[in-house]
Structure formats: C-alpha cells, structure tokens
C-alpha cells in the first residue's frame, strides 16, 4: 500500500486536529480492555495452583509451615481465581460477583504471601535473605485483585472532569 | 428524641455510608495505577546512580540504558498523572501504559525468556517473565481504557 504523505500532512495540519484526535481518543474505551488482566491473573494463578498440585500440595505445606489444610485451601483458592476470573468476563448472569469473588481471592491470597515470604522487601530481585524476592510483584497482582472485586471487572467511568 | 427520628437519622447514616460503598469502584482504578508507578518509579530512579552497571549487565549502550531508565520513571508519573482531572489526563494514562510495553519486553528478551514462573534458580537468577508479563497486560488495560470520565 502506498502511503499518500500529502495527504497526511494535509489531514494532520487542518485546524484542530490534535484536539480531535485527543477527543476520539478520549471517547474511544473498547468494553473488552479488561481481558489482558483477566488472561494475566489466569495465567498467573492458574499455573502456580496447578503446579502445587503437580509438586504435591505437602510439600508446600512444609516449606510455608501451613497446616495441610490451609495449604490446600490456598492451591484450590488459586485455581478458582484463575478460572472465576475468566468465566467473569462473560457475557453471562452472576459474571459480575464471579469477577468479585475471584479478586477477593487474589487479594487475600497475595496479602498472605507478602507476610509469609516477601514483607519488608520490595524489589523483585532475589537476596540472601529474601530469596524469592521482594514484594512488588505480589502488591501488583493484589491491586488487580483488588480492582477486580471493586469493580466486578467493568469499566467504570472515573470521577467527572 | 423520638425513637421515628432515631430512626430516620440511622437511616440516613446508612444511606451516605452506601452511597460511599456504591461510589468506591469510580476510586479502584487508583490501585493498580499505584501499584504499577510505584514499581516503575523505583526501578527508573534505581537504575540512575548504577546506570553504567545496568547498561554493562544489559546491551552495553549506556544511552540505551539511560533512555530505559527514563522511560520507565515517565510511565510512573504518566500513570499517577493520568488519575487526575484535566484535559490530558486521558492521553497521560494511554501513553504511561503504551511505554512500559517495550520496556518489559526487552526485559523478558534480556533476562526472563524463556522461564514462566517468578521464582529464581540457578540459570534464571532474576526469575522468570510472568512479573514483566504481568506489567505488560496493565500497561495494554491502560493503554486501551484511558481515563474514562462520564
């Protein structure tokens, strides 16, 4: 395809053209940009449940010092995070509180890691002393949980202007 | 006072506590703004007093490495920016979110690739790409959302 540049610069240097494309843009929020943290969250929890099952479910148990049964709850709290945030971005009845429900979860397990494991480093960089990194991660994927359960996954518009 | 105005005057405490409950999720787009500026500006202004150590860990172009850095503490401020009112704060989030992409993706290419999972070993002692990945998909939700503002 040939690009006329005439033409672009014709269409570029019309009066107001940048405050058009800034209101274009403005008005322009598509309803599916929630579906690159949904696939995230998913990916992300869905995989290290389903990779505590795989290693066995005891064995983390042991290297958290849980009981057997928190640890449990845990992995198949992670994967239904995982799978409640995808099926919520659904057009279906009860998406909504699926999305909620699977970003409490998120929430309350990621604030259970940063005590466990992380707290007080934020960095993601591993030490010796903290050698799964710090923080920041965890705080990321606990702000999406929380942003989940706040808004069901919908875009909501932001205070006026 | 009558127990009716008792009543009443509960009720109407209660109608302005919903009515905050109600108007939070028109607030929660702060959290991951927050979250994500906070890591970006940590690791911008981290970067400068060692920049000479990142660029020689990284491509060894120190203005390549100068230009990261940069980059990544103007996603921070972008984001944070982007929050508030005002004519451009819609194109602030849009360009915050649009700059962290290729920032993570050199970043998974350098370091990450092609380990998943965050925790660390011996041959990926940075972990592996799902933090960056992570970045990556609120740097897009911002980049696609914008500031919605009624």
């Given at each position: 395809m040939r690009i006329r540049w005439t033409m672009v610069a014709q269409t570029a240097s019309r009066p107001g053209f940048a405050t058009r494309t800034l209101h274009f843009l403005r008005e322009s929020t598509p309803a599916y940009a929630d579906w690159p943290l949904r696939i995230m969250i998913a990916a992300v929890f869905l995989f290290h449940g389903i990779s505590k099952l795989d290693d066995g479910v005891a064995g983390f148990a042991d290297a958290m010092g849980l009981s057997i049964g928190l640890a449990w709850l845990v992995t198949l709290g992670e994967i239904a995070a995982g799978a409640l945030v995808l099926v919520g971005g659904?057009?279906?009845?009860?998406a909504k509180t699926m999305s909620r429900f699977a970003g409490a979860l998120v929430a309350i397990i990621m604030v259970g890691a940063i005590v466990k494991?992380?707290?007080?480093?934020?960095?993601?960089d591993p030490t010796d002393d903290f050698p799964m990194g710090g923080m920041e991660f965890q705080v990321v994927l606990a702000a999406i949980g929380l942003w989940f359960f706040a808004t069901g996954g919908r875009l909501v518009k932001e205070v006026p202007r | 006072m009558s127990p009716e105005t008792r009543s009443v005057m509960h009720s109407e405490r209660e109608e302005a506590v919903m009515q905050t409950v109600q108007g939070l999720p028109v607030h929660a787009h702060w959290l991951p703004r927050v979250a994500v500026a906070a890591v970006f500006i940590f690791h911008g202004f981290q970067k400068f007093p060692y920049i000479d150590a990142y660029a020689a860990a990284t491509w060894d172009i120190v203005p390549l490495a100068y230009l990261v850095a940069y980059m990544e503490v103007a996603a921070g401020l972008l984001l944070l920016l982007g929050g508030?009112?005002?004519?451009?704060a819609d194109i602030a989030t849009r360009l915050g979110g649009l700059l962290i992409i290729p920032v993570m993706i050199g970043a998974i290419a350098k370091a990450?690739?092609?380990?998943?999972?965050?925790v660390p070993t011996e041959a990926f002692p940075i972990g592996g790409m799902e933090f960056q990945l992570t970045l990556i998909a609120v740097g897009l939700f911002f980049f696609l959302r914008g500031s919605p503002r009624p």
């Open positions: 659904l057009v279906i009845p009860g494991v992380h707290w007080p480093r934020w960095a993601f | 508030m009112r005002g004519q451009y990450h690739w092609p380990r998943f999972s965050f």
